[in-house]
């Protein structure tokens, strides 16, 4: 089949790569050098497995930015468009995948849309009306940073948002480009896969803030975070897993769906959700006032990334952190390998780590790494487990 994959972010190249494995497959990206990557057989996101998956496996894959002739030749269309959050309108800003959806059914309206980018609830069945079409669909992603193609390939569950034969058949080709057996497989409504999405990735972000919400109340009494959270895992109902503090979710899911999901219960009586969203900014309230509490004159932060091998730092919990700090007029310096330009909002990036060690006379790490540990006692972390 011609399959195009729009948006070569981490969701989008793991799909182009996982899909190429069978079928022709061709990135879209309004980056060039993000086509560029793709087409010297390169991985345009950071993710290892995907570096090495391109060199060791045949794939029929291309990347382009020019969009019309492979529009016109697709049999499917893969949509893995940014959708951040807009506090304006208190929604996801869906105008890449609309914009994408329309320009499909102009070109090309037998070409199926498979829409992987996450939506508000109802917005496929909204889309479809629309434009007039039923040949929009919403397949969920449920991809971790820097783990994107691994989680592709040996997907946890697949889940997508058609009952029909379009909806068959795109599970069918995600199950036949994975490399694991017995995948659960459920077929749904558009609304109740986008549901699906958005109620997963906040229960999620509330497993984050109650592990978070309890180191804050070891932290203020002086117990011992590590213990309790031990003794708590032990429960097979909660488990040992999830439950590294942290300086609250972050990232390119967590923050944007929760805040979606609330918006979505507009006209629903709720006290959790809202809640959730909230814990979030308290965290981040009380990491910051025991930061403060040690009279640093120069604080260093060490990596902006969420996650262990990704360069993303979107919405990382560190950044709310250091405008925290900032706005009690702490100097704040920031190492960051992921960033090539020297300055972060107003805060100096450098390169070399040991100028930050030199220089601050705090080091805020989200993570802890080797790197930092020959001065770990002027670290400050919740990292307890040495786990995302």
Do not use: W
């Not at 790569?17 to 086509?35: C, K, N, T, Y």
């Not at 011992?224 to 899911?253: A, K, M, W």
């Amino acid at each position: 089949m011609n399959i195009v994959v729009v948006g070569l972010g981490y969701v989008g190249t793991a799909n182009a790569i996982a899909l190429a494995q069978d079928h022709h497959v061709v990135g879209l990206d309004i980056d060039p050098e993000r086509v560029e990557a793709i087409n010297a057989g390169r991985s345009p996101v950071e993710d290892d497995y995907a570096d090495r998956f391109m060199i060791e496996h045949p794939l029929d894959l291309c990347g382009t930015t020019n969009a019309e002739p492979v529009l016109r030749a697709a049999d499917i269309v893969v949509v893995a468009t940014p959708t951040d959050y807009d506090p304006g309108t208190n929604r996801f800003d869906t105008a890449s995948v609309e914009a994408v959806a329309t320009r499909v059914v102009a070109l090309n309206p037998n070409a199926l849309v498979v829409v992987r980018s996450t939506v508000p609830v109802g917005y496929v069945r909204e889309l479809r009306s629309k434009l007039a079409t039923d040949r929009i669909i919403f397949v969920p992603e449920f991809l971790r940073e820097g783990r994107a193609l691994r989680d592709t390939l040996e997907p946890s569950r697949i889940i997508v948002g058609d009952t029909g034969e379009a909806g068959r058949l795109f599970a069918n080709l995600l199950t036949q480009a994975a490399r694991k057996a017995d995948i659960p497989i459920l077929l749904t409504e558009a609304t109740e896969a986008e549901a699906i999405k958005l109620f997963a990735n906040t229960f999620l972000a509330m497993r984050v803030a109650y592990f978070n919400e309890l180191d804050s109340y070891a932290m203020s009494h002086g117990l011992d975070t590590r213990q309790i959270i031990e003794g708590v895992g032990l429960d097979p109902r909660i488990g040992s897993h999830y439950n590294n503090p942290s300086f609250g979710f972050g990232g390119y899911c967590l923050p944007k769906d929760t805040k979606q999901l609330l918006a979505n219960y507009s006209d629903v009586p709720q006290n959790l959700i809202g809640a959730i969203v909230d814990a979030n900014r308290t965290r981040k309230d009380l990491i910051a006032e025991a930061i403060i509490a040690r009279q640093p004159k120069c604080v260093g932060i060490y990596r902006l990334i969420m996650k262990q091998g990704s360069d993303n730092v979107r919405q990382s919990a560190v950044q709310g952190i250091m405008k925290r700090l900032k706005a009690k007029g702490i100097r704040v310096m920031v190492y960051e390998p992921a960033l090539s330009s020297r300055d972060f909002f107003g805060s100096e990036v450098v390169g070399d780590l040991e100028q930050l060690k030199t220089e601050c006379d705090l080091i805020v790490a989200n993570r802890l790494s080797p790197e930092i540990m020959d001065l770990r006692e002027k670290v400050f972390t919740r990292d307890l487990f040495g786990s995302d």
